[in-house]
């Protein structure tokens, strides 16, 4: 249960994402930088040290949801999805997110989206596995959402899916505080479909917002939900790039 926004920007992009859990799952811990195949990455993780969200020194973000519209499941000793994003967030390249999948036990893991921004080629892919296949989708550079609902994925894509039109027309597209009255929103109504998601169960557990210009990137975290968050509140991490972001052209 998640709902991932990218706004491409005229050098670099942002990108929002609310991580819906049960109340009864362990709290995730805040970003941290670490070093993975000798890349810098900012990350939050679980206690089990996985993770549904990375950015590395290039630029690139990953970001993890349950495909939850793909109803099997695996019987036995299913593998952490936490692990997937852990295993790719060093890489710059699809083919290398490609290689690198398909050496996970994937039969292994239940169904997901994997979603890379890529700013150096202006490049937004997913990677959905369904427990029988890995395919592979390009996505084009421009303003857009994704959405998952473990109570009721179809409705919940399209109810948040009208919200997020809705706000998209506002004068305030694509700025900070438009994608963060977006993840913080409640409309129609505060409940298990609104954007900022709350259930007697369950509910939005963390707000993640990545920003990437041409040199430098920053990761900011609120551990609950962001209606109950301000802006100075946000747990700030820089990370230097490397290499420099393109200047696309947005659509």
Same mark, same amino acid.
């Given at each position: !249960? ?14 929002? !994402? ?19 195949? %000798? ?14 969200? +990375?950015?590395?020194?290039? %630029? ?18 299913? @593998?952490?999805?936490?692990? @997937? ?5 060093? #890489? ?16 292994? !893991?239940?169904?997901?989206?994997? #979603? ?42 399209? #109810?948040? %899916?009208? #919200? ?25 109504? +505060? ?61």
């Amino acid at each position: !249960m998640c709902t991932v926004t990218f706004s491409p920007r005229t050098r670099g992009y942002a990108l929002a !994402m609310n991580r819906d859990e049960k109340l009864s799952r362990a709290t995730g811990l805040p970003p941290a930088e670490k070093s993975v195949q %000798g890349r810098k990455i900012l990350a939050p993780s679980e206690t089990g040290g996985g993770t549904w969200i +990375a950015l590395n020194d290039r %630029g690139t973000t990953f970001a993890l949801i349950n495909w939850y519209a793909i109803t099997t499941r695996v019987q036995t000793k299913p @593998v952490s999805r936490g692990t @997937v994003v852990t295993t790719v967030s060093s #890489i710059t390249t699809d083919r290398g997110v490609k290689q690198a999948l398909e050496q996970l036990p994937l039969r292994r !893991m239940n169904p997901f989206r994997l #979603i890379g921004i890529f700013p150096e080629e202006n490049k937004v892919l997913e990677w959905r596995w369904n427990l029988k296949t890995l395919s592979h989708k390009i996505h084009p550079w421009r303003i857009q959402q994704w959405i998952s609902s473990g109570f009721d994925e179809p409705t919940a894509q399209g #109810i948040r %899916g009208e #919200i997020f039109q809705q706000f998209s027309r506002q004068t305030s597209v694509r700025t900070l505080n438009w994608l963060r009255r977006l993840h913080s929103s409640h409309l129609p109504t +505060a409940g298990p479909f609104s954007t900022c998601m709350h259930r007697s169960d369950a509910a939005t557990v963390s707000y993640t917002e990545i920003t990437v210009s041409s040199q430098n990137s920053a990761m900011r975290y609120f551990s609950g939900a962001l209606c109950q968050c301000s802006p100075v509140q946000l747990e700030v991490r820089t990370l230097k790039l490397i290499s420099r972001v393109a200047a696309p052209l947005i659509n």
